[in-house]
């Protein structure tokens, strides 16, 4: 009994761990990587919805990579956009923009890491290859 009493003890201690480790606050870094990735996603599928304004064609590229130092003036460039206001998916998306703007050079300017300064890889980004199936 004993024996089963500190196994199911020992378990209980290890998925509690497990579920802590879980709740841990994002870092700065894993918040700006996430929001980046939401936005270029977001991005994505606004160019490929049928269901658009055609002013959506005419917005500047948004691929977003964190770790090249241009992705400032893309993501500034991006919010000054002028138009397309009245597309709500665009003022939406906007607005993330402007949220990781804020985030990247207020609260996360210390913690982020440049590992270049190649404005063109965010014009022309080498995508991974489609895997055929």
């Given at each position: 009994?004993?024996?089963?009493?500190?196994?199911?003890?020992?378990?209980?201690?290890?998925?509690?761990?497990?579920?802590?480790?879980?709740?841990?606050?994002?870092?700065?870094?894993?918040?700006?990587l996430?929001?980046?990735?939401?936005?270029?996603?977001?991005?994505?599928?606004?160019q490929?919805?049928?269901?658009?304004?055609?002013?959506?064609?005419?917005?500047?590229k948004l691929?977003?990579?964190?770790?090249?130092?241009?992705?400032?003036?893309?993501?500034?460039?991006?919010v000054?956009?002028?138009?397309?206001?009245r597309?709500?998916?665009?003022?939406?998306?906007?607005?993330?923009?402007?949220?990781?703007?804020?985030?990247?050079?207020?609260?996360?300017r210390?913690?982020?890491?440049?590992?270049?300064?190649?404005?063109?890889?965010?014009?022309?980004?080498?995508?991974?290859?489609?895997?055929?199936?």
């Amino acid at each position: 009994k004993l024996a089963t009493m500190k196994m199911l003890l020992s378990l209980i201690a290890l998925l509690s761990a497990a579920l802590l480790a879980d709740a841990a606050p994002p870092t700065c870094y894993s918040r700006v990587l996430s929001l980046s990735k939401e936005i270029t996603e977001s991005f994505k599928e606004l160019q490929t919805s049928k269901a658009v304004d055609s002013c959506v064609e005419t917005l500047p590229k948004l691929y977003l990579d964190i770790h090249n130092y241009c992705v400032l003036a893309k993501l500034r460039d991006f919010v000054a956009y002028p138009r397309c206001e009245r597309v709500l998916e665009v003022s939406e998306l906007k607005e993330k923009a402007r949220s990781l703007y804020t985030i990247m050079i207020s609260y996360c300017r210390r913690d982020l890491v440049f590992l270049t300064d190649d404005c063109s890889a965010l014009e022309n980004p080498i995508l991974p290859p489609i895997e055929s199936s």
